[in-house]
Each structure stands twice: as C-alpha cells, then as structure tokens.
C-alpha cells in the first residue's frame, strides 16, 4: 500500500513511522545545508575583510580620489549584499556594531604585523606569528556574528544592483 504525504491511515504504527521518517528528513535537510551556509559565511566575509584591510592600507590612494575608504567600502558591501541576496539565503550583517569593530581589529592587526616584518629578527617573527593567531581569532568572531536571512526567489536570475 502506498501512502500519499498527509494521509491518515488507519493504522496507527504505520503513522508514527510516516511522521518520523519526516521529521528525520527535515533534520536531514538542515544538516546538509549547514556545509554550504558555512562556506557562503566564510566566502562573503574574507571577501569583505580583504577588501577593506586593502583599502584602508592605501590612504594615499583613496586621498587623491577624495573618497573615504570606510564610506566606500560599505558602500560596496550593501551593493554586494544586494547581489547575494539574489543566489544566498542570507547576508552578513554589515550594520552589526560588532562587524565594524572586527574589521577595525583585523586593519589594526595588519598593520602591526607590517610594523613586526620591518622590525624583523626573532621578536619581529614572535609578534607577526602572536598577531597572526590574533587575527584568526578575530576572524573567527566575525564568522560567528548573526548573519540577517532572506528567502530565495522561486528563479534565481541575477538582475543588476548598481
């Protein structure tokens, strides 16, 4: 006998087998999409970072554009945010307190790891290898901050956002 999704049967057993083969297909559902939530997380926000340790490492540049890296760079990630929402089921959350704070760290390490490579010697390399933990566990904060979630098209067709 087959058995239609919802359909009450009468046999009670045989129900209780239907409602939990779905609910370990639901658990299922979720746990395979952990894998890709995690690699969409870690691929917006190295993009992110990257982005703004990079701009604000250039201060001469974005001075002769008249641009304010910081103004430019969120300016981007709402853009880019935008364009994720299009194709990911959700985005970082760029207006957290704790996102800016955490790039602001993560600037701060970079430079005093540049400051610790000019240094050089063995302290030189003591520090770059203490800012470099510093900076993963800075990282890993960023990673572990609430993302904002959005529903996907039913058609994924990525339209212009600029």
């Excluded at 009670?12 to 779905?22: C, L, M, T």
């Excluded at 302290?123 to 770059?128: D, S, T």
């Excluded at 990673?143 to 959005?150: C, E, R």
Aim: hydrophobic residues 45%; charged residues 25%.
């Amino acid at each position: 006998m087959s058995l239609q999704p919802g359909c009450v049967t009468e046999n009670p057993g045989q129900q209780a087998r239907i409602a939990h083969a779905g609910g370990q297909n639901r658990i299922q559902d979720r746990v395979k999409a952990r894998p890709a939530d995690r690699h969409i997380r870690f691929f917006l926000l190295a993009v992110y970072a990257t982005m703004y340790v990079r701009d604000h490492m250039r201060p001469a540049f974005h001075k002769a554009l008249g641009i304010d890296p910081t103004d430019y760079d969120y300016r981007v990630f709402r853009i880019t945010s935008e364009i994720s929402r299009q194709v990911f089921p959700f985005t970082l959350d760029i207006d957290h307190p704790a996102f800016r704070k955490g790039l602001d760290r993560l600037l701060a390490i970079v430079q005093a790891t540049e400051a610790a490579k000019a240094r050089g010697g063995l302290v030189g390399r003591v520090q770059r290898l203490w800012l470099g933990l510093r900076g993963a566990a800075t990282f890993a904060r960023l990673y572990t901050l609430p993302v904002v979630p959005n529903d996907l098209p039913r058609q994924v067709r990525l339209a212009p956002a600029w």
